[in-house]
């Protein structure tokens, strides 16, 4: 079992930037590939950006150019850089390590880009 915690959520007024942290309880953090999910009010959840265990990366449309995600194994943590953030990018962000047939969630964080 691989847990999962999320920080770095908050509000932020559009245009801003916030940096997600996801810190995995594994000592082969480096095994697993990454993603980054949101989900906002009464959509399906997306898929933002992934990482896998030999940094390949891609995005979603819809934030490439403005979202880098990262991982640092030595740390065991991933991270998702926002910057140009818009309200649309409002949702609840959760982490997804994965292995072979291990499949771990983080609990989210969440994400309000208001004025």
């Known amino acids: 079992q691989v847990r999962l915690v999320e920080s770095g959520g908050g509000l932020v007024q559009p245009g801003g930037s916030l940096r997600l942290s996801c810190l995995a309880s594994?000592?082969?953090?480096?095994?697993?590939?990454v993603k980054w999910y949101r989900r906002a009010p009464e959509k399906e959840r997306e898929l933002v950006a992934g990482?896998?265990?030999?940094?390949?990366?891609n995005y979603a449309d819809s934030v490439k150019g403005r979202f880098t995600i990262s991982r640092d194994n030595a740390e065991s943590t991933a991270y998702l850089q926002m910057n140009s953030l818009k309200p649309e990018d409002t949702a609840v962000y959760h982490c997804?390590?994965?292995?072979?047939?291990?499949?771990?969630w983080g609990q989210g964080t969440q994400v309000t880009v208001s004025s």
């Open positions: 997804n390590v994965a292995w072979g047939s291990l499949d771990f």
């Open positions: 594994t000592s082969i953090f480096r095994m697993y590939a």
């Open positions: 990482i896998t265990s030999d940094g390949s990366i």
